[in-house]
């Protein structure tokens, strides 16, 4: 049994932060489940490293764009290591075998007929690295935006070679009818089809006006588009077009994890063009939702400072990935809060999961001599937990293969707590008290065999903690789904050690709260900030009506050592008459703009609150030019 997962390749114009880190996470997670449940896993991770968003953060840097990709890549290898992950192999985009693959990809594709030279016209995106269509970019009065980061799009006319995308509408969408599963989650699926039914644009597959990319063979000039390049990955990797049996064994992939903002590219653009070279199609495109961090989206500034090795450091590893997996309902969007964090670490964690294992082991030590007691006949309470226990385990297992994480934790926990109920319920210390050794061996043995089977069943997500607790009770297998189908792993007789809690709690009002100060002052300007905005006093010398303007004066203002003139909208609250004479204050230094005709210097200030409009003048008289500081 195979199974094959990916993560989206990251584009290295910026660090990982904490949302890159989630969906690796997840994958990893998803990857150590299936190795648990015993596939053979290739789980492969990577970069992606062309395109002109890339080549221009490498110019800022002062970079050349490999010597700055090789950096950056090894930050996010680096990153994955810390964050225990497992990943297989780790593909970038300049790597030599994904460069020839993507030529062989695209040459065949061109062989297939489903290529063609054209002129591109419309409107492109640069951070995205997208094209848009007329009726999919937003317009703001005058400026044209991306739909999708709501940054300024660039018109692009240039000749182009087209992929026939608009030719597979019909099989994309058989494909989504026979496997209804393709897309997930369903409200991610409906988008597409939405997309389908609207029909598709060729899409434009190559560059000119940039070099940094894979050439096309036969006509070097043109550079593969980088989402076309990317994509590809997915089968560089696993040895298309140089390692036939590898490949053969790996693809098709069983899930592509992705986030919802690449999902055209995934569940539209990606099966096309498999189709399009007579590929099979992966089996699952999963697109998980956004991350913010106290509710806001993921900035640049803000992603940096909320390294995910801060929390990992403070945390550890295994708290921060429980929490991802617990608190954000995987697929949807979630918030990001430390605050959670410490509340799901002190509750769920510490409380009860790592006491019960901690007063457990303690009762084992003071009675047994730290050596697991043999079970006897069970009564009627541990008849429901060995019940509620397999019931879980079976909800618990369909819920991952359905990649329902969030719920699969969920319903462990409603376990965990019965599990305390039980522990609670049966009074072992009373027990102790009455000396019914016996009984308080069943019941101490059945809560370690129920521990056991947690750690088991949250080792995906918390494979440390995992580790820990099969130390403690002498489980020394490599836990499998065995272990999970029998009752009764646990040896009688076997070391049960008691150690520290495995969980410490943190109280919650010393959290120093790096996140929140961070966006306290991303919306802060420091005092240099501050002084390059040049304010002076200026005595109002002319003004004047621009004609056929509702709103617009014109003003010459003296400045002291020269005259100006500063065109400004407040004709409906000031006369030209009773602005003469005034000391206002403007923006000396603000770059000249040209409105209705008249060219403006400067800006003058006014506060406005509803329709009411002032302009700022000084207290008294002062020279025309004095500066305001
Ligand atoms: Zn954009």
Request: hydrophobic share 40%; charged share 30%.
């Amino acid at each position: 049994m195979k199974f094959y997962i990916t993560t989206p390749i990251y584009y290295v114009n910026s660090e990982p932060h904490i949302g890159s880190a989630y969906t690796t996470i997840i994958a990893d997670i998803i990857a150590r489940y299936k190795r648990l449940m015993g596939y053979e896993v290739f789980f492969l991770t990577g970069t992606d490293e062309h395109g002109q968003k890339v080549y221009q953060a490498a110019q800022q840097a002062g970079k050349e764009p490999k010597e700055f990709c090789d950096e950056l890549a090894e930050k996010f290898k680096s990153l994955w290591k810390e964050l225990e992950i497992t990943n297989d192999h780790f593909v970038r985009t300049t790597d030599d075998y994904h460069v020839r693959t993507v030529q062989i990809f695209v040459e065949k594709m061109i062989e297939n007929g489903d290529v063609y030279k054209g002129v591109y016209k419309g409107w492109y995106c640069i951070p995205c690295e997208t094209y848009w269509n007329e009726d999919e970019v937003i317009r703001d009065g005058s400026s044209v935006l991306c739909p999708e980061c709501k940054r300024p799009v660039k018109w692009l006319e240039e000749e182009n070679y087209f992929f026939r995308l608009s030719k597979y509408r019909d099989a994309l969408l058989k494909h989504y009818e026979e496997h209804p599963d393709f897309v997930e989650p369903d409200f991610r699926k409906n988008e597409m089809l939405k997309i389908l039914e609207g029909g598709l644009k060729d899409l434009s597959i190559t560059r000119t006006t940039f070099k940094w990319g894979v050439p096309l063979p036969r006509d070097p000039s043109h550079v593969i588009y980088v989402w076309v390049d990317a994509l590809i990955n997915y089968v560089s990797a696993i040895g298309y077009g140089w390692d036939e049996e590898t490949f053969k064994k790996w693809w098709p992939a069983n899930v592509h994890l992705i986030g919802k903002e690449i999902n055209r590219f995934h569940s539209i653009v990606w099966p096309a063009m498999l189709m399009s070279v007579g590929l099979p199609l992966p089996e699952k495109v999963f697109a998980h939702g956004w991350l913010t961090v106290n509710g806001q989206k993921i900035s640049k500034s803000l992603g940096n400072a909320i390294d995910p090795r801060y929390f990992v450091n403070k945390y550890g590893n295994d708290v921060v990935r429980y929490y991802l997996v617990r608190e954000i309902s995987f697929g949807k969007d979630g918030d990001f809060s430390e605050e959670k964090l410490v509340g799901r670490l002190n509750s769920d964690l510490a409380n009860d999961y790592g006491n019960l294992l901690h007063r457990a082991t303690a009762m084992v030590q003071k009675y047994f001599n730290g050596s697991l007691p043999r079970p006897s006949e069970g009564e009627g309470i541990d008849n429901w937990l060995k019940e509620r226990y397999f019931q879980t385990k079976d909800e618990y297992l369909k819920l991952m293969d359905s990649y329902k994480l969030t719920e699969a934790l969920e319903k462990l926990w409603l376990f965990i707590a019965d599990v305390n109920k039980y522990f609670n319920d049966t009074q072992p210390w009373v027990l102790a008290k009455e000396n019914k050794m016996d009984r308080l061996g069943t019941v101490l043995y059945n809560t370690l065999e129920t521990i056991l089977k947690v750690a088991i069943m949250t080792s995906p997500v918390m494979p440390d903690t995992s580790e820990k607790v099969f130390g403690r009770l002498s489980f020394d297998a490599k836990p499998s789904l065995e272990h999970l189908e029998e009752w009764g792993v646990l040896k009688p007789g076997s070391a049960v050690k008691h150690g520290e809690p495995l969980f410490q709690k943190v109280e919650v009002q010393n959290l120093k709260k790096v996140v929140e100060t961070v966006i306290v002052e991303e919306n802060t300007i420091t005092i240099d900030e501050f002084s390059k905005v040049d304010l002076r006093v200026a005595k109002v010398v002319e003004a004047e009506r621009i004609p056929n303007s509702r709103k617009l004066i014109r003003l010459v203002v003296d400045l002291g050592s020269e005259k100006r003139q500063i065109v400004a909208g407040i004709a409906e609250h000031y006369t030209p008459e009773e602005l003469v004479g005034k000391n206002i204050i403007v923006v000396a230094n603000l770059k000249p703009a040209k409105l209705m005709g008249y060219e403006s210097r400067g800006m003058l200030l006014a506060a406005k609150h509803g329709e009411t409009l002032r302009l700022l003048t000084v207290d008294g008289d002062i020279a025309p030019g004095a500066k305001i500081s």
